[in-house]
């Protein structure tokens, strides 16, 4: 059998490989890291995570060829790959590092963990603990467990020692005997492989039928030939809340389109571009093919702050049908109204001090919109405003000595129980837009930072971020309220 021949290679490899690295060293360096991580904290397992935060998670898989398929891709831009998959909104990205069959190497793994903010499985046969000390040394989050291939001791005892040092494991089965098996060791992802590892035929029912058999508390994977949307939605009809697929996205030569064809459309979300400064900018809005609803001049001191005259010109400049929004922090009630009138500006976002006091005497002054920025530490800064009598609430990362552009992204999952509409800020860039949308589900997103090089907007960043938010909402043209 094909597994077979894998699983012998495979010894091979790593006796070799302990030749050049000896357990011990492997070992200290795995267990330093594990330590140091610890130190910080309770391990995180993003990777899990990441499986749980949508009603549908795709891990990407970057494969350069395979024993059934042969070689799928000649050119193998791997980072690049990778990126990809991370602008097109994977929730995790599969490494194949096994170089025999599949042409991979563990040179891979180290590569895209430099390049991708993403949670990382290393897809390989592992048979030994060395190969689980050298996941962690290369960057991997998560590791492959394959039933087929491990007694009942082995796997409990890899599963055991991955979860030591912070690391998840998929635990790959194909049959309702090895379910139970993987149940047995306490695995808290089990994957369902519908290509039969010894004659490597495919039957995507094979998960759907095994899926009664783990219990939701349980992420469960479907792997392999998974290739439409109807197949996608076969899992979703199951309570499958995750796909693995590489040869489908392999092949496709755009990535973010390919996986919004899987996924389905997002509902549309109102974008604004914010901390408009340069008249460059203005230009570049304007001659944008798909053009944001909102963009903001901030009036707060920062490093993106417009004069009262600034902002006059840029706007005598923009497409009318765009929204002006200005953004104010500890600003009086008075001045905010005076700006509205001699900008003019369309809405008004208020954050800091008072600002729901504000929101409130604004409404009666103002015939415009009015929104109120919440910088978020904890699901009670979301709770305490969620009875706002704000047009829309805004979302930001807390940090200190900031009211917003800061760059980072904090906790999605504490906006799960909010009731109201809401822009999404912070972080937000090309990269995670797309991960963000189908995550959040906000009313729209607010992106400042992201499409920044060195402290500038940079026109192919803001087409490119509004290009990833029309590709997976299926907006085809401009957009304008």
Same mark, same amino acid.
């Given at each position: 059998? *094909?597994?077979?021949?894998?699983?012998?290679? %495979?010894r091979k490899r790593?006796a070799?490989?302990?030749?050049?690295?000896?357990?011990?060293?492997?070992?200290?360096?795995?267990?330093?890291?594990?330590?140091?991580?610890?130190?910080? !904290?309770? #391990?995180?397992?993003?990777? /899990?995570?990441?499986? +749980?935060?949508?009603?549908? &998670?795709?891990?990407?898989?970057?494969?350069?060829?395979?024993?059934?398929?042969?070689?799928?891709?000649?050119? #193998?831009?791997?980072? +690049?790959?990778?990126?990809?998959?991370?602008?097109?909104?994977?929730?995790?990205?599969?490494?194949?590092?096994?170089?025999?069959?599949?042409?991979g190497?563990?040179?891979?793994?180290?590569?895209?963990?430099?390049?991708?903010?993403?949670?990382?499985?290393?897809?390989?046969?592992?048979i030994?603990?060395?190969?689980?000390? @050298?996941?962690?040394?290369?960057?991997?989050?998560?590791?492959?467990?394959?039933?087929?291939?491990?007694?009942?001791e082995?796997?409990? %005892?890899?599963?055991?020692?991955? %979860?030591?040092?912070?690391?998840?494991?998929?635990?790959?089965?194909?049959?309702?005997q090895?379910?139970?098996?993987?149940?047995a060791?306490?695995?808290?992802?089990?994957?369902v492989?519908?290509?039969?590892?010894?004659?490597?035929?495919?039957?995507?029912?094979?998960?759907?039928?095994?899926?009664?058999?783990?219990?939701?508390?349980?992420?469960?994977v479907?792997e392999?030939?998974?290739?439409?949307?109807?197949?996608?939605q076969?899992? +979703?009809?199951?309570h499958?809340?995750?796909?693995?697929?590489?040869?489908?996205?392999?092949r496709?030569?755009?990535?973010?389109?390919?996986?919004?064809?899987?996924?389905?459309?997002t $509902?549309?979300?109102?974008?604004?571009?914010c @901390?408009?400064?340069?008249?460059?900018?203005?230009?570049?809005?304007?001659?944008?093919p798909?053009? $944001?609803?909102?963009?903001?001049?901030?009036?707060?001191?920062?490093?993106?702050?417009? %004069?009262?005259?600034?902002?006059?010109?840029?706007?005598?400049q923009?497409?009318?049908?765009?929204?002006?929004? @200005?953004?104010?922090?500890?600003?009086?009630?008075?001045?905010?109204?005076?700006?509205?009138?001699?900008?003019?500006?369309?809405?008004?976002?208020?954050?800091? /001090?008072?600002?729901?006091?504000?929101?409130?005497?604004?409404?009666?002054?103002?015939?415009?919109?009015?929104?109120?920025?919440v910088?978020?530490?904890?699901?009670?800064?979301?709770?305490?405003?969620?009875?706002?009598?704000?047009?829309?609430?805004?979302?930001?990362?807390?940090?200190? !000595?900031?009211?917003?552009?800061? !760059?980072?992204? #904090?906790?999605?999952?504490?906006?799960?129980a909010?009731?109201?509409?809401?822009?999404?800020?912070? !972080?937000?860039?090309?990269?995670?837009?797309? +991960?963000?949308?189908?995550?959040?589900?906000?009313? @729209?997103?607010?992106?400042s930072?992201?499409?920044?090089?060195?402290?500038?907007?940079?026109?192919?960043? *803001? &087409?490119?971020?509004?290009?990833?938010?029309?590709? *997976?909402?299926?907006?085809?043209?401009?957009?304008?309220?």
């Open positions: 059998m *094909i597994l077979d021949d894998i699983v012998q290679a %495979t790593i070799n490989e302990k030749k050049e690295t000896p357990l011990h060293e492997l070992k200290v360096l795995a267990t330093s890291l594990a330590d140091t991580e610890l130190k910080k !904290g309770p #391990f995180a397992y993003p990777f /899990e995570r990441a499986l +749980r935060a949508s009603d549908m &998670n795709f891990i990407c898989e970057v494969k350069k060829a395979s024993p059934s398929k042969g070689i799928i891709a000649a050119e #193998f831009p791997f980072v +690049r790959i990778a990126k990809d998959y991370e602008q097109a909104g994977a929730a995790a990205i599969s490494v194949l590092t096994e170089p025999d069959f599949f042409k190497h563990v040179s891979y793994l180290m590569r895209i963990r430099e390049e991708v903010n993403l949670p990382l499985l290393q897809k390989d046969f592992f030994d603990e060395y190969q689980i000390y @050298g996941a962690k040394v290369h960057g991997a989050n998560a590791i492959l467990l394959i039933c087929a291939i491990l007694n009942d082995e796997l409990q %005892t890899f599963h055991e020692l991955a %979860t030591s040092l912070g690391l998840s494991c998929l635990v790959e089965t194909h049959s309702a090895e379910i139970e098996r993987a149940l060791v306490g695995a808290r992802i089990i994957g492989n519908n290509r039969d590892l010894r004659d490597f035929t495919v039957n995507i029912e094979h998960s759907l039928s095994l899926r009664p058999l783990v219990s939701p508390e349980v992420v469960f479907s392999s030939g998974l290739e439409t949307a109807a197949d996608i076969h899992l +979703r009809d199951y499958i809340q995750a796909a693995l697929i590489g040869e489908h996205f392999m496709a030569p755009h990535k973010v389109k390919a996986l919004a064809e899987l996924y389905g459309a $509902p549309i979300v109102q974008t604004k571009i @901390g408009l400064k340069r008249l460059d900018d203005v230009k570049a809005i304007n001659a944008l798909v053009k $944001p609803q909102y963009v903001g001049f901030v009036f707060a001191p920062s490093s993106r702050q417009v %004069t009262v005259g600034q902002a006059q010109s840029l706007v005598a923009l497409e009318p049908a765009i929204q002006k929004v @200005g953004v104010f922090v500890d600003e009086t009630v008075d001045r905010i109204v005076n700006l509205v009138k001699s900008v003019p500006l369309d809405v008004v976002q208020v954050c800091g /001090e008072g600002a729901e006091a504000k929101v409130v005497a604004l409404k009666e002054r103002l015939a415009i919109p009015i929104w109120r920025a910088s978020v530490q904890s699901a009670e800064d979301i709770k305490t405003c969620e009875r706002s009598q704000a047009d829309v609430l805004l979302f930001d990362t807390h940090k200190k !000595g900031y009211s917003g552009g800061t !760059g980072d992204v #904090f906790d999605w999952t504490l906006l799960q909010c009731k109201r509409p809401f822009f999404l800020a912070g !972080g937000l860039g090309p990269q995670n837009i797309a +991960r963000a949308i189908r995550q959040v589900r906000p009313y @729209g997103v607010d992106v930072s992201g499409v920044e090089t060195e402290g500038q907007k940079d026109a192919m960043k *803001i &087409n490119q971020f509004l290009q990833i938010i029309a590709n *997976i909402t299926n907006i085809t043209k401009e957009v304008c309220i």
